[in-house]
Each structure stands twice: as C-alpha cells, then as structure tokens.
C-alpha cells in the first residue's frame, strides 16, 4: 500500500541528522475551509475540524515517543496554514507516513532577500 503523503524531494530520508520539516494537515484553515466549502460548513464547525486534527496529530505523534523517537514541535499552524513545524531525525519521517491527518512534509527552507542595491532609487 502506498501513502497518499506527499514528501519533499528535499528531505534526506536517510539521514541521522536532525532536520526541520513543516507538516500540512489535510483539513483546511477554518476561514478557507468555509470559503471553499459547497455544503454549510459553519466557522465553528470548521474550528472544530481544525481542532481535532491537531489533537490526533499529537495522539499519532504519542507512538513516536513510544519508539522513544525523539522530535521537538516548533511551531503549530491553524490561521493560514493548517499543520505544524517540527525537527526530527530525516531518517524517523517515514515513521509519519502512518499519520491520518498529514497531506504533505516539507523540508523546512531558510529564505534571505536581497541585499538592498547600491542605487538608492530602489
């Protein structure tokens, strides 16, 4: 059976290092849920549906620590984006794969802008 979760290309699975990811659950944010949704989904029940994917992703994560796996949550989403960031060993991610609530892991990527040009007309 093959998980309908999609990993980035970028996550070394292999490696012992610890790693950042970034998790999507599959329940939308409650404001895009509403906003997308065709049935009368109500901004309560939504929350709701919000709340709960973020209780199961912790009682998913539970058997992690029975594996005494260890992983450190940084960040939990529920406005704009619905899902967690999190550092774990690259090689325990496929451990996630088991997950209910998990759409996607990205690897976490660190953005710099450009430096400001030298022309102060920009």
Same mark, same amino acid.
């Given at each position: 059976?093959?998980?309908?979760?999609?990993?980035?290309?970028?996550?070394?699975?292999?490696?012992?290092?610890?790693?950042?990811? &970034?998790?999507?659950?599959? #329940?939308?944010? !409650? +404001?895009?849920? =509403?906003? /997308?949704? &065709?049935?009368?989904?109500? #901004?309560?029940? !939504? +929350?709701?549906? =919000?709340? /709960?994917?973020?209780?199961?992703?912790?009682?998913?994560?539970?058997?992690?620590?029975?594996?005494?796996?260890?992983?450190?949550?940084?960040?939990?989403?529920?406005?704009?984006?619905?899902?967690?960031?999190?550092?774990?060993?690259?090689?325990?991610?496929?451990?996630?794969?088991?997950?209910?609530?998990?759409?996607?892991?990205?690897?976490?990527?660190?953005?710099?802008?450009?430096?400001?040009?030298?022309?102060?007309?920009?």
């Amino acid at each position: 059976m093959q998980s309908q979760i999609y990993i980035d290309p970028k996550i070394d699975i292999a490696s012992d290092e610890y790693i950042g990811i &970034i998790i999507e659950f599959k #329940i939308k944010p !409650a +404001k895009t849920a =509403v906003a /997308t949704c &065709i049935s009368n989904l109500t #901004i309560e029940q !939504a +929350k709701q549906q =919000v709340e /709960t994917s973020h209780q199961t992703f912790q009682m998913e994560l539970k058997q992690l620590e029975e594996s005494l796996i260890e992983y450190f949550i940084i960040n939990t989403y529920k406005d704009s984006f619905n899902g967690v960031s999190m550092r774990l060993k690259g090689n325990t991610v496929q451990r996630l794969l088991l997950s209910t609530v998990i759409k996607a892991i990205y690897k976490t990527d660190e953005m710099n802008l450009p430096k400001k040009p030298g022309d102060t007309r920009y």
